[in-house]
């Protein structure tokens, strides 16, 4: 993800990463821009979510076109494959309230939690289940090495336990809304 959002294309990611120069620095040894703040993520075994922050023009749409193609080549290449990988094109919703950009950064930060991929009944799967990958560990500040742009969110807490303790609440509600949908059927 850090890779891809640079407003330079970098052309082979097995390249770009294995150069002198890395992910962190142009040619000029400056840091390249990037086409979007990654607020928060979440990428899940068969589905992926991500609050992004347009910083470059059409950065969105490159940014998300980008690591689509670049994944697919990636996958392709490992698994000896060829064709698309995706259903479709990505999906977008325009964030306009600040209410739902906090309830959108706990559902995507949690969106592992809201679809249980934690839980025992996932585990069963077996070997084929893969981890999912959030940025709730940037936002606690257990992350060793972070990218998100975590300021808009965390700026409107006291602290990070009252961010939690948000979280928490938001999850229980996605859940009860989950189940109660669930019910009618």
Known sequence: MKEFNA??????????????FGSKASKNGKKDKRLVNIVAYCLNPNHYHFILEQVSEKGIE?????????????FNNKHE????????????????????????????????RVHGFGSK????????????????????????????????????FKNVKEYKTYAGNVLVGIHERKFLAQEKF
């Open 62 to 74: 490159k940014f998300m076109q980008r690591l689509g193609t670049g994944y697919s080549k990636y």
């Open 7 to 20: 407003l330079n294309p970098i052309g082979s990611i097995y390249e770009h990463c294995r150069s002198q």
């Open 121 to 156: 009944a996932s585990k069963s799967l077996g070997k084929m289940l893969i981890k999912s990958r959030s940025s709730w560990d940037e936002y606690m500040g257990n992350a060793k090495e972070g990218f998100c742009t975590k300021d808009n969110i965390l700026g409107q």
């Open 81 to 112: 494959r060829s064709g698309g990988l995706f259903e479709g094109k990505f999906q977008a919703v325009h964030i306009d309230s600040n209410e739902y950009l906090l309830h959108a950064s706990v559902y995507v930060n949690l969106n592992d």
